[in-house]
């Protein structure tokens, strides 16, 4: 693909306010180093799992389950809108915590929890949405402080996505922000005591972009986050899916969009950013299950010292990929990536949860590519289902297996693990290897929400 240079167009408005602002219950060390993981909320060196958890109040809630040296321990804690320092309060259908970010935007040691709540109504304007940063702390998360909201309508769902990373540059983390198709990028000073500095809405001045996630990581290879802004583009004869590159530095500076596909569902792509091929440069790695009547595919968006350049399109069709693509496999619901034999190259987990198993209607199953120096193939792709030796359960229709992946590694033993899960059988952890996914070591998960935890 050739590449456009819009250079300059990012709309930079910059702001000094006071969010709402209720002090985090317990501080860190004054001269504590910033969280060595960004999801490590009690500091204690492991990660944790946040997790959207809608059955616990009518409102929506967080469960955290906290990390130790094997993995997912059995310490848990839950958090909603009633909890102690949470700013507003738990509501029908807030849908507090359904989106979540996290990042140590104080540099106490501890990471905090970004939780958004898109269906929040403020001052009677419906699903206005709300987003509110929980404070990390020795004794886990505590207290929180309101991002204040640009640009408040109805039916604009505030952090209907979030993304965490150093987008100016300058070694403290930033947030950006989804709120009515547009996408803000708060700049650091975030704290405790408030939000202030300045804030970029990022307007594209070429073509008019609804935003609909965002993707977060370091594409050329500089000291500052990038951001692609997945979004619909609409005209009178067409709707269409773009993903548009934003750089980061102290400048944000607009650059190249990439097409995805023509869109009849609407359903959000979902994306990854992780050097597939060794160079040096995240790739940007874009599920499209809406594709071709849901038969789905993956795009790839190759990183570049400047900005993404080319970009190969993945799916059933692929050589190597097993399967066919068939009507509602949904190939590219959900992608992760992860290191799961340890040679140095990212490899992706790829969700085809609407995937016939053994005649089965929409049984389900996970498809791992490996990276290597030529990027992402179908060389060496596994694909794991309910008939994979060391898999329990049988396919069953509408088991959906797949239908949340992630790669982590969960035991810090250097090699990424597969964890899937599905509608029916219980969730399942599949430890890497030197040779790849391994069904040997297979764990079944008793709290399916820990797969829903690991923020990627």
Known sequence: MSRRTVRAVVAIAAATTAGGLLPALLAGPAQAAPARYADDFNGDGYRDYAAFAPGLSAG??????????????TRRQVIDQNSPGVPDTNETDDMFGSVRTSADFNGDGYADLVAAAPGEDVSGRTDQGSVTVLWGSASGLSGGTAIPNRNPNAYDGLGSDLAAGDFSGDGKPDLAVIDGGDAYVFRGDITPSGVSGAVSRLARTDRWLDATRLIAGDV?????????????????????????????????????????????????????????????????????????????????????????????????????????????????????????????YADLAISVYGEDIGGQEQSGAVQVLRGGPSGLTGTGSRTIDRRTAGVPGDPAPYDSFGARVRLRDTNRDG?????????????????????????????????????????Q
Do not use: K
Request: proline share 4%; glycine share 16%; hydrophobic share 35%.
């Open 60 to 73: 929506g809630g967080v469960q955290v389950t906290y990390g130790t040296a094997s993995g997912p321990g």
């Open 415 to 455: 090699y990424a693990d597969l964890l899937a899960d599905s509608s029916i059988h219980p969730a399942v952890r599949l430890p890497g290897s030197a040779s790849g996914i391994t069904t040997t070591g297979l764990t079944q998960l008793s709290d399916r929400y820990i797969i829903d935890g690991i923020l």
């Open 220 to 344: 050329n290879g500089d000291a500052a986050t990038d951001l692609v802004v997945v979004g619909l583009h609409s005209t009178t004869e067409e709707t269409a899916a773009e993903a548009w590159f934003v750089r980061g530095g102290a400048t944000l500076w607009s650059g190249p969009t990439l097409f995805l596909s023509d869109i009849h569902h609407g359903r959000d792509a979902d994306g990854v950013i992780a050097d597939f091929n060794g160079d040096g440069y995240g790739d940007v790695a874009i599920g499209d299950p809406t594709y071709q009547d849901e038969r789905g595919r993956v795009t790839v968006w190759n990183g570049g010292d400047t900005w993404p350049g080319s970009s190969i399109r993945l799916s059933q069709s692929t050589p190597n990929i097993a399967g066919e693509p068939n009507v509602f496999d949904c190939f590219g619901q959900e992608v992760s990536a992860g290191d799961v034999n340890r040679d140095g």
